[in-house]
C-alpha cells in the first residue's frame, strides 16, 4: 500500500496546467519533488492536500480516498509550506499552544527538544526571526505530533549550510524509523545526500519518478571544447548546456557508447533535459 | 542527532466536537482583531441623548470585517484549512465567533440602555429607545450583516472589502428604514418606541421574533458560506 497514490491528476488554469500527474510514495521513504519555478510542483502539493480541486484524477492517501476521509488523514500527515508565514505577530508560545490542540498524537516532549535544538525562543515571535528561523519552527511543529508522512516545501532555502545539513539529518533519522518524507526542492544536492526517490515535474507532466540512483544512471554528462558538438552527436543529446571553455551535453546512457562521459547529476538533468522521458 | 518519537499507533476520533472548540480557541487566542473587545467600550454610545442607536451594532459589524482582513493578512484562512479539520468547520467556527462578539456586544448594551432609561432626560428623538424591542429589532440588523458579509466574504477570502461594502450598506438601509418607520409607523412610534415597561408584552414579541430572525438568517448564511468555501480554490 503506498503512504500517497496520486493518479492522472489534472488541474487547469488559464495559463496553465497540470496533465496526467501520477506518482506514489513508498512508505519509510524520502522522496524529492524537483522541477523548475512554474513546473507544478506547488499546484501538485496543493491538489494533494485538499487546498484546490483537481479538474481529475484520484488521491490516495494510505489506501484511503483523500476526499472521503480527509479529517484522519489530516491528522496522519504534517505539512510545512517553507517559513511560518501565517501570524507572525503572535508568539510562537500562542501559535503552537492552538496548533497542538489540532492533534491528539502531539508530543510535547519531542516539540521542547526540536525547539531547544533549533534555538528558537518561545516568547519571540515570527516577525523577530529571520527566514530561517521561520522554516525551522515550521519543521518544528510539522514534526511534532508523529505523522507518518510529512510534506515538506522547499524546507531547507534560507538555511545556513550547517542548519540545512542539520534537518537532511533529521529526515533521514525520520525515514528510518518508517516515517515517509515528501519534500520539493530547487536545491538539488538536498536530494543527492538524502533522497531514495524522485519526482520530476516539468511543464504540469511528471518527466519521472523512481528510484534517484536508477534515475542518473540513465544519462551521462560529456564535455565539448571551442569546437562544440559534432553534427551526428547532437541529434542524440538529450540537452546541451554552454559553458565558459566549451559545452556539456547530456545524453542517455545508451547513447555514450565512446564518448567520455561522467555519471550525470540531478543538476545536470534539471537543466539539461528537454525531453526526458516518463517512466513509472 | 536523533529524537525519539514517541509510540504512535493509536488512530484518534477526532469529534466535531474537540475540533469546533480547539478553532473557537484558535478564533480567540490568534484570529480575533483587537477592534472586537475594544468596540465593547462602544456600548456607552446609548446613553447619548439623541443618536440613532443602531449604530453601536454596526461598530460590531466593522470589528468582525477587520478580523477578516486582518486574517488575510496572517494567512489565516491557509493556516486553518491545512489544520486537520473540515472547510464547513473553519466556515462554522467563524460564524460562531462573529455570533459571540455580536452576543457580548448586545449584552454590554443592557446596563448602558438601563442606564439611559434612569436618566432624567427626554427621549431619543433621533429614533429608537434603547428598549426590549430595539434589541430585537438590532438583532434583525446583526442577521442581516452576518448573511450578507459571509456569503459574499466565502466566494472569496481576498476580498473582504468587497464583501463588507454589500453589508455595511444593508446595515446601512436597515438604520435609515428602521428609523424613518419609528417616525411614521404608528405601532413603532406609539408602542415600541415608549420606556419599558410600557407595552411590553409587545416588545418582548419583537425581542423574540428579532431573535429567531437572527437565528435563521445566520443559519442561512452558514449553510451557503459553507458549500461556497467547499468549492473554493485556496
Not at chain 1, 10 to 17: I, T, V
Not at chain 1, 106 to 130: H, Q, V
Not at chain 2, 101 to 107: F, G, P, R, T
Amino acid at each position: 500500500m503506498s503512504v500517497l497514490a496520486v493518479n492522472k491528476l489534472c488541474k487547469n488554469y488559464p495559463s496553465f496546467r497540470l496533465d496526467d500527474v501520477s506518482f506514489c510514495l513508498e512508505e519509510g521513504k524520502i522522496t524529492g519533488f524537483i522541477g523548475r519555478n512554474g513546473a507544478g510542483k506547488s499546484t501538485t502539493l496543493k491538489s494533494i492536500l485538499g487546498l484546490v480541486h483537481p479538474d481529475a484524477g484520484q488521491i490516495s492517501f494510505f489506501g484511503m480516498p483523500f476526499n472521503e476521509n480527509e479529517l484522519e488523514i489530516k491528522s496522519r500527515i504534517a505539512f510545512a509550506a517553507g517559513e511560518t508565514d501565517y501570524f507572525p505577530h503572535k508568539k510562537m508560545r500562542t501559535l503552537t499552544e492552538v496548533t497542538k490542540r489540532f492533534y491528539p498524537l502531539w508530543d510535547e516532549e519531542t516539540y521542547a527538544r526540536y525547539m531547544k535544538s533549533f534555538g528558537l525562543d518561545e516568547n519571540k515571535t515570527p516577525s523577530e526571526l529571520s527566514s530561517g528561523m521561520r522554516v525551522k519552527y515550521s519543521l518544528a511543529l510539522a514534526l511534532s505530533h508523529n505523522a507518518e508522512l510529512i510534506i515538506l516545501d522547499e524546507p531547507t532555502s534560507g538555511l545556513d549550510p550547517v542548519s540545512r545539513d542539520e534537518l537532511l539529518d533529521i529526515l533521514m533519522d525520520l525515514s528510518e524509523r518508517g516515517t515517509t518524507i515528501f519534500f520539493s526542492t530547487h536545491i538539488t544536492s538536498d536530494l543527492d545526500k538524502c533522497a531514495d526517490d524522485i519526482v520530476f515535474i516539468r511543464s504540469g507532466k511528471i518527466a519521472a519518478f523512481g528510484s534517484l540512483d536508477e534515475f542518473l544512471s540513465r544519462y551521462r554528462v560529456a564535455r565539448f571544447g571551442e569546437e562544440g558538438i559534432p553534427q551526428r552527436l547532437r541529434e542524440k543529446a538529450q540537452g546541451i548546456k554552454r559553458m565558459r571553455d566549451g559545452t556539456q551535453a547530456l545524453f542517455l546512457a545508451s547513447d555514450a557508447q565512446g564518448l567520455t562521459v561522467r555519471t550525470a547529476g540531478l543538476d545536470d538533468i534539471m537543466t539539461m533535459a528537454r525531453d526526458a522521458q516518463s517512466e513509472n | 542527532m536523533t529524537f525519539k518519537a514517541a509510540a504512535g499507533g493509536a488512530r484518534p476520533a477526532k469529534n466535531g466536537a474537540g475540533a469546533m472548540r480547539a478553532l473557537l480557541i484558535k478564533e480567540i487566542k490568534l484570529s480575533l482583531h483587537p477592534t472586537i473587545p475594544i468596540f465593547l467600550l462602544l456600548s456607552a454610545m446609548l446613553i447619548i441623548p439623541n443618536y440613532p442607536y443602531y449604530v453601536v451594532f454596526f461598530y460590531t459589524g466593522l470589528a468582525i470585517f477587520f478580523t477578516c482582513l486582518s486574517g488575510r493578512e496572517n494567512n489565516d484562512v491557509f493556516y486553518t484549512a491545512m489544520l486537520p479539520v473540515r472547510k464547513i468547520e473553519v466556515v462554522r467556527a467563524r460564524i460562531m465567533f462573529a455570533v459571540l462578539a455580536e452576543a457580548a456586544q448586545l449584552l454590554c448594551a443592557v446596563p448602558f440602555a438601563v442606564l439611559r432609561a434612569r436618566l432624567p432626560l427626554p427621549q431619543n428623538s433621533v429614533g429608537m429607545d434603547a428598549n426590549a424591542a430595539f434589541f430585537g429589532l438590532s438583532l434583525v440588523m446583526l442577521g442581516i450583516f452576518n448573511f450578507v458579509f459571509f456569503t459574499r466574504y466565502y466566494k472569496n477570502i481576498l476580498k473582504v472589502g468587497y464583501a463588507f461594502v454589500w453589508a455595511s450598506t444593508a446595515m446601512a438601509v436597515y438604520i435609515a428604514a428602521a428609523e424613518t418607520c419609528d417616525h411614521v409607523v404608528p405601532f413603532m412610534r406609539d408602542r415600541l418606541d415608549t420606556p419599558d415597561p410600557a407595552y411590553l408584552s409587545e416588545k418582548l414579541a419583537v425581542l423574540a421574533a428579532g431573535a429567531a430572525i437572527f437565528a435563521l438568517l445566520t443559519l442561512a448564511a452558514a449553510a451557503e458560506s459553507e458549500r461556497s468555501f467547499e468549492r473554493l480554490d485556496l
